[in-house]
């Protein structure tokens, strides 16, 4: 971690970080339910989920595997719709907003950082050249992504994994997201990867004041970067609550099974 990264971090108290979870509502759930067939059989994946992201949170969300947790994070962008209750980004009901605004407000990013063809410039320039604008300056952009300036013209598909990961993050940043939509983005990553990743992420979090919903199933990675963190088990929000109590004084019985690694879907 470079100096600045660290005293950045160092000037932000676990105190601060907590205050700004109780501020505005940023991302709110309200009774979300979605169903899927299934062999002709509609399966409830959501149920009836209502909870608040409140601006400038990082909220973890854990569960098992197959418990719902990227289908929750596909109602915040349109990706899929809820069959009843509402999803309000900012204020405003999901399906009241228009579509590429949503998309360009609410940033998204997966375990599989695809690259389209082309160099890594291309791809940085994707977001803003549909808007018919430019990358102010792309080789300032791609330091702050914590990546060589030379990397500028390389071709996209020839990086790490771990650069692979920046460059998509780094797309959806040039949208200037305000919302991030996190899934498993270092699950793919070798440790030493994953952990400079994450505490990138947690730094532009911090400076540009994002909420981010985080899916991982690295629970001292939720236990580290979250403000709050969420259980999901088989489509419902179990325990909602800050990180720390969620971790040390678990309310439900399901997250004290889930945290002694007994539900699955969780590494430690
Ligand atoms: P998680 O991210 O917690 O692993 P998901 O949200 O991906 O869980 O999936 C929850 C359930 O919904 C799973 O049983 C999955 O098979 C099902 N599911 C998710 N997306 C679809 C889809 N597009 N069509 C049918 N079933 C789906
Ligand atoms: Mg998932």
Request: proline share 3%; glycine share 10%.
């Amino acid at each position: 971690m470079d100096e600045q990264v660290q005293e950045q971090l160092l000037e932000t108290t676990p105190d601060e970080r907590k205050t700004a979870a109780e501020g505005e509502a940023e991302v709110v759930f309200r009774a979300v339910s979605k169903s899927f067939a299934r062999d002709g059989q509609k399966v409830e994946v959501l149920h009836g989920v209502s909870a608040t992201v409140h601006k400038g949170a990082v909220v973890t969300l854990v569960g098992p595997s197959g418990s719902g947790k990227s289908t929750l994070l596909s109602v915040c962008n349109l990706m899929s719709t809820p069959d009843s209750g509402e999803v309000f980004i900012s204020g405003r009901e999901v399906r009241q907003w228009n579509v590429r605004e949503l998309r360009r407000y609410v940033g998204l990013a997966f375990q599989s950082a695809t690259m389209f063809p082309g160099t890594v410039r291309d791809n940085l320039e994707l977001g803003p050249k549909l808007r018919g604008d430019l990358l102010a300056d792309p080789r300032a952009y791609l330091r702050r992504l914590g990546l060589g300036v030379d990397l500028l013209t390389a071709n996209a598909d020839d990086l790490s994994g771990g650069q692979k990961q920046r460059v998509a993050l780094g797309r959806v940043l040039a949208n200037e997201s305000k919302v991030l939509l996190l899934d498993e983005v270092t699950s793919a990553l070798d440790p030493a990867a994953a952990k400079d990743i994450e505490e990138w992420i947690v730094q532009l979090q911090r400076e540009q004041g994002l909420t981010l919903l985080w899916v991982t199933h690295n629970l001292e990675q939720a236990r580290r970067v979250g403000t709050e963190t969420w259980l999901m088990v088989n489509g419902g929000l179990v325990e909602a609550g800050p990180t720390e109590e969620f971790f040390e004084h678990p309310q439900h019985e399901l997250t004290r099974r889930f945290l002694n690694g007994e539900l699955g879907g969780a590494e430690k």
